[in-house]
């Protein structure tokens, strides 16, 4: 092998060294200038990444002090209030974190924080693929392992704010053991399983670490490393705008704009997160006290990922059905299985039922504007809207006692408003969408009002509209006008098709969904409307010409000339 | 490659701007615009400029440094234990604040320092670059189908059946005995959930948890409550290692007055007016400790089921189906109040053998 020039450098001299062996020019010469388009959004899922690998660190820092272990002890650490309380070593050993160990508290903190982050830029990142449109082929697999990869992120939360057995954690496992024990069938032993016998027992918290530290983050781990290879060899999504198209990527190169600016994200995102656990105390284990299953303090609540669980079971009316000598706990596995269960189900199918209502199969790399597609933006804000009601109906102690209100009232309002709120938002979510396309429309053919008035020489008054950007207009111009669906319900005899019923269906379901829109304006259109901006410039302009004709002339007023009036 | 960088006028403003033209369009009816023209940044035609950001950024990755090394002197400084009172914040632990006050301000300026170097100095003009196909050839598809069938064919696993269904048979059993190694993850249930430590012994004295005395009736005042445990219940915690048997004992005694009590789950289950009731309750298991006197209602915190503890324990409402299981109540020779047996029902949340 020759090589055409003898590098010199140490860092010359490893990479030959490397590509001696691996080849590794040929995958580093395509993607070290592969071309990333740049949105703002595109950054929650950045915050979600970081986030984990802040959690990684800061979670293996944790290991080196935290004891997993039920044993009990008697605490003789320094926070004065417990001394000498008997409680598990595993509760003895995150105090000890807090307060005998310099940075200790900070990483517990950072810990807590980050993977409160971890889930909300989860979510939210999932909320920008879905408005967007992102989900669509050929990307639908990356969408269930990001739905995944959500479920994932919030079983893993509660097992981390479970381990240090304080009175808070212990009260969400005794929970956890009720909704367990409640599966039908199996309950009794999944729930003698998981805790080795009886409730608390001495077996749960080693298993929980092993699945906390290990297990989860091991499969989180290998998920995220195949959705970000999937985005890297499926190149990201970009927004509509000028030059792009569905078949490039306009952007910056990964290097080095992206390795810089990714970079230094990472960085911000550990510097907010440390700042913040710096300054801001999160789950103070000691002002709970030790886990007794004889106990628990008015005002519980999980963290924020959780709540709409917990939300979910406080509205559940008690239906609990005995029959042949069984009990079936309705009042537990509709709320805290059969429900979670659907959510995760149409969460992660969404891009298959799309599809089928649409009968759209091409591929998209050009993102929707939400408000170009009413009806998927108005599902989404439907099923969040679903979402926030059973995380309202979480905190329904906190609201009675907040607004000296009876809880009885509030349970009940909520049962109802769960059904009656999400439609109305489907119905309002959809109905602005429209205004919104529409007024695009309006900006497109008639530019942004720029509050300039110009007075003309007959004394006529007009706002002076100046046309869109180029980015502006592309932006929306980007927008497809989707047909309906009309499949063959009957055959060419006028016989109804195999699968009329079906494609009845999906007609329907299509018109449903893309029936009511505004249509962009055509080109002619667009061209008229240029057209009519250059117009009202050479108005301004001969405007301006005889302001300052006139002061020139001394104030003498120029009689209006013909008719020069513009026309909205 | 087919990347091209979109030429740069040098100077964005102050010229003719081209009209826009519609005529371009995608095979699904979007109007394309070509790129819109690159406009310089101050750093691209100002050196004094970029030079200006040059410092700037060299002076945030330097004043991270100092972050750095000010984070391990306080490390090594500030005591562990002293708290310091900061104005909102109240009182803090001094090392917290300052180690991540430190750590974190350093990463943030690096951060900040590398984001400012991308956007000020290295190039903002867009680069477009085609994307690739992502299906394969028709070529590389039908290659790929006649290698799988040369392989399934050299194989036999078609051609022969027996190899093929042992191998499937086999392969369907191999988790079965994996699973079963789970067996031993916990002891069977048995009937554990259907005895408490009050039934050890019949006649069980009562532990008032508030003040560690055994509770006698005179103990309590109409509208009074006790939370307690069972006489030798912390022996036997001791003797077993865990805290199964309290998570099942506790209970709660209340005492109102007799002509209020509307109902018992057994006959004269009360004592002069003091009921016992589980405390575990019938949802999910939390201990219950919010009651109000004027309905004699026990509220659980964690979901808000209510139960009414002159009626049975009877649930009123919120997401629990079942009454507070209840003790019955007697005083012996002595004058204590004792249990005279174990609750007639398992406590605790439901389970499908509960019948």
């Known amino acids: 092998m020759s090589t055409s020039t003898q590098p010199s450098t140490p860092v010359g001299k490893t990479a030959r060294w490397v590509d001696d062996r691996y080849t590794t020019s040929n995958a580093l010469r395509r993607n070290l200038g592969k071309v990333f388009p740049d949105h703002w959004s595109f950054m929650l899922g950045e915050v979600a990444l970081y986030s984990f690998v802040i959690l990684l660190l800061s979670g293996t820092y944790l290991t080196l002090f935290f004891k997993p272990s039920m044993v009990d002890v008697i605490y003789n650490g320094t926070y004065v209030p417990l001394k000498g309380v008997k409680m598990t070593e595993a509760y003895a050993s995150s105090l000890d974190i807090s307060f005998d160990v310099r940075g200790g508290l900070l990483m517990r903190q950072i810990h807590h924080w980050a993977a409160l982050f971890f889930v909300g830029a989860m979510t939210i990142h999932m909320f920008r693929v879905f408005f967007t449109g992102a989900f669509r082929k050929p990307r639908e697999v990356n969408w269930v392992i990001g739905t995944v990869l959500v479920l994932l992120g919030i079983v893993e939360g509660f097992a981390g704010y479970s381990l240090p057995d304080d009175l808070l954690s212990g009260t969400g496992l005794r929970i956890t053991q009720g909704i367990a024990s409640a599966i039908p069938i199996v309950g009794t032993y999944v729930s003698f399983g998981l805790f080795g016998g009886e409730f608390p027992g001495t077996d749960f918290l080693p298993r929980l670490y092993a699945i906390h530290i290990l297990l989860i983050p091991g499969i989180i781990l290998a998920l995220v490393t195949a959705h970000l290879l999937m985005v890297w060899y499926q190149k990201h999504t970009q927004w509509p705008g000028p030059g792009r198209t569905e078949n490039n990527v306009v952007g910056y190169r990964f290097f080095p704009v992206y390795m810089a600016k990714a970079g230094g994200f990472f960085f911000i995102v550990f510097g907010v997160t440390t700042l913040i656990s710096a300054f801001v105390t999160i789950n103070p284990v000691w002002m709970f006290g030790p886990y007794t299953p004889d106990q628990v303090s008015a005002g519980s609540q999980p963290d924020w990922y959780m709540g709409f669980l917990d939300g979910a079971v406080r509205v559940m009316p008690n239906l609990e059905l005995v029959f042949w000598h069984h009990t079936l706990s309705l009042n537990l596995i509709v709320p805290a299985v059969v429900l979670p269960g659907i959510m995760t189900l149409l969460l992660g199918a969404y891009p298959w039922i799309e599809q089928f209502v649409t009968g759209d199969k091409r591929e998209h790399h050009l993102l929707d504007r939400p408000r170009n597609t009413p009806t998927r933006t108005a599902l989404g804000v439907t099923a969040i809207t679903f979402y926030l009601m059973l995380w309202v109906s979480g905190a329904n102690d906190i609201i009675a006692t907040t607004f000296e209100s009876s809880i009885n009232a509030i349970t009940i309002s909520l049962r109802i408003l769960l059904f009656v709120v999400p439609p109305i938002a489907f119905t309002i979510t959809k109905r602005i969408c429209l205004s919104l396309q529409r007024r695009d429309n ?88 240029a057209g009519h901006f250059s117009h009202v410039s050479a108005v301004e302009l001969e405007a301006t010409h005889r302001h300052r004709e006139f002061e020139a002339l001394g104030g003498v007023l120029h009689q209006p000339s013909e008719d020069e009036s513009v026309n909205h | 490659m087919s990347d091209t960088t979109h030429g740069d006028t040098g100077h964005g403003h102050g010229h003719e701007v081209e009209p826009i033209t519609y005529t371009q369009s995608d095979e699904r ?53 002293d708290i310091v009172w900061v104005p909102v914040l109240g009182n803090v632990s001094a090392s917290n604040l300052s180690l991540g006050g430190l750590i974190g301000l350093g990463t943030l300026l690096i951060g900040v320092g590398a984001i400012q170097w991308a956007r000020a100095l290295m190039p903002d003009e867009e680069v477009i670059q085609e994307r690739h196909e992502l299906r394969g050839s028709d070529e590389a598809r039908e290659d790929t189908i006649e290698q799988f069938r040369r392989g399934a064919q050299e194989s036999g696993f078609m051609s022969r059946p027996i190899i093929r269904r042992s191998l499937l048979g086999a392969m369907a059993l191999f988790p079965l005995p994996i699973a079963f190694l789970l067996g031993d993850l916990g002891t069977a249930p048995d009937d554990k ?150 609750f007639a029902e398992p406590v605790g949340p439901s389970f499908w053998e509960r019948g």
């Not at chain 1, 900006?443 to 706002?463: A, S």
């Not at chain 2, 035609?45 to 090394?69: P, Y």
């Not at chain 2, 109409?222 to 219940?233: E, H, Q, Y």
């Not at chain 2, 022996?235 to 506790?250: D, F, H, P, V």
Request: aromatic share 6%; proline share 5%.
């Open chain 2, 29 to 81: 009816g979007r109007i394309l615009l070509g790129l819109d023209e690159h406009r310089s940044r101050r750093t691209d035609t100002s050196q004094r400029a970029a030079k200006r950001a040059e410092r700037q950024i060299a002076g945030m990755f330097t004043f991270a440094a100092i972050c750095f090394v000010a984070a391990i002197a306080a490390y090594l400084l500030v005591p562990k234990h």
């Open chain 1, 442 to 529: 309006d900006k497109l053919l008639h530019g942004h009002e720029t509050g300039r008035l110009l007075r003309l020489p007959h004394g006529e008054f007009v706002e002076i509209h100046a046309p869109l950007t180029q980015k502006e207009q592309a932006e929306i111009l980007g927008k497809v006008d989707m047909p309906v669906l009309a499949l063959e319900t009957v055959d060419a005899n006028g016989v109804a098709a195999p699968w009329a019923l079906v494609n009845n269906l999906r007609n329907r379901l299509s018109s449903w969904f893309y029936a009511i829109n505004v249509a962009k304006p055509s080109p002619a259109e667009l061209e008229a409307a």
């Open chain 2, 193 to 342: 959930l259907r005895h408490t430590a009050w039934g050890n012994k019949p006649r069980t004295r009562i532990l008032n948890q508030g003040s560690g005395q055994m509770v006698r009736p005179e103990d309590l005042a109409v509208g009074g409550l006790i939370n307690a445990i069972p006489v030798g219940l912390t022996e036997l915690e001791e003797q077993e290692g865990s805290q199964n048997a309290r998570a099942k004992a506790a209970i709660i005694l209340v005492r109102m007055n007799p002509d209020e009590i509307k109902s018992t789950q057994g006959p004269n289950w009360d004592y002069e007016g003091i009921v016992a009731y589980s405390k575990i309750c019938t949802h999910v298991g939390c201990p219950i400790s919010l009651y109000q006197q004027r309905t004699h209602s026990l509220l659980c915190p964690c979901h808000q089921s209510t139960f009414d503890l002159s009626d049975s324990g009877r649930a009123v409402f919120g997401p629990a189906a079942r009454h507070m299981p209840q003790l019955q109540l007697d005083v012996d020779s002595e004058g204590y109040l004792v249990a005279v047996g174990d």
